[in-house]
């Protein structure tokens, strides 16, 4: 999936996983250098996490690498212009 990117300054991601203990990478190339990464936080409800990332203007490929242990379930993602 492509996105047109334009002034996103922030990333927001719905989650949520209790046995787990870790991050998530973004990155626009599938074995790239993350462009930041979303701490996380143990919850069995989903609930949102946010990072500021600034991701580069024009269409892009967005992808989310989990760094940590155990595994957690991503509901959604939202970029923000801020």
Request: net charge negative; glycine share 8%.
């Amino acid at each position: 999936q492509y996105f047109d990117c334009k002034d996103i300054h922030e990333i927001a991601v719905k989650v949520r996983g209790n046995n787990f203990q870790g991050r998530l990478e973004v990155l626009l190339e599938r074995e790239g250098e993350p462009i930041g990464e979303i701490p996380l936080r143990r919850s069995n409800e989903w609930h949102l996490e946010k990072a500021v990332i600034t991701i580069p203007d024009g269409i892009r490929a967005l992808y989310f690498r989990f760094r940590g242990y155990g595994s957690v379930s991503l509901c959604e993602f939202e970029l923000k212009q801020i």
